[in-house]
C-alpha cells in the first residue's frame, strides 16, 4: 500500500484473543468458532472460515510519521548472558519510524456471506470486542511501550 498498515489476519487474531480472554462476558466456543472459524491444530485440515470478514486496516489520509529512538546500552549482554552488563558498554541508538501518535484508522468488517448479515449480534459484538482490543491490548510493535494504543 505504500502506508503503515495493520493487516486484517492480524486484526482478526486480536480481536479473537481479545474476545477469548478479557470480555466481559466470555462467549462461548461456538460462537468464537461461528465467527472466526474453528482452530486448527499444526497440519490439522479440514477448517471452515467464519462468518465475518476483517479487512486490513489503514490510516486515514496526511498519514505523519515520526522518528523515534531506543538506546539498549548493554548489547553484549543481551546477546550473550555470559557478558554482565556494565557501565563499559557502548549504547547503541536504533531509529526507527512511527506513525505519529492521533493518527486515525480506519478498520472495516463484514459479513462474509449474505445469509451472515442478517446476525447483525455478531457484527455488533465483533465491533465491540475490536474496540475494546484495540484500547486495552493494542495493535502492532511495541504495544508493551505503549505504541499501538487506540482510542475511539
Known amino acids: 500500500y505504500g502506508v ?29 468458532d ?12 479440514g477448517g471452515t472460515a467464519g462468518s465475518m470478514v476483517f479487512f486490513d486496516a489503514l490510516p486515514a489520509p496526511e498519514v505523519a510519521l515520526e522518528f523515534d529512538v531506543m538506546t539498549p546500552h548493554y548489547s553484549p549482554w543481551y546477546k550473550s548472558f555470559a557478558n554482565a552488563p556494565g557501565d563499559w ?8 519510524l512511527t506513525v505519529k501518535a ?5 478498520f472495516g468488517i463484514a459479513p462474509r456471506r449474505p445469509r451472515d448479515a442478517e ?15 484495540l484500547a486495552w491490548i493494542g495493535a502492532g510493535a511495541k504495544t508493551g511501550k505503549g505504541y499501538g494504543r487506540f482510542t475511539t
Open 102 to 106: 492521533g493518527t486515525k484508522f480506519h
Open 4 to 32: 503503515p498498515y495493520l493487516p486484517g489476519s492480524g486484526v482478526k487474531g486480536m480481536t479473537r484473543h481479545f474476545a477469548e480472554h478479557w470480555a466481559d462476558v466470555r462467549p462461548d466456543q461456538a460462537r468464537l
Open 119 to 133: 446476525a447483525t449480534s455478531d457484527r455488533g459484538k465483533v465491533q465491540e470486542w475490536l474496540t475494546a482490543a
Open 34 to 45: 461461528h465467527i472466526f472459524g474453528p482452530r486448527l491444530e499444526p497440519g490439522e485440515e
Open 89 to 96: 558498554h557502548n549504547p547503541t541508538p536504533i531509529k526507527f
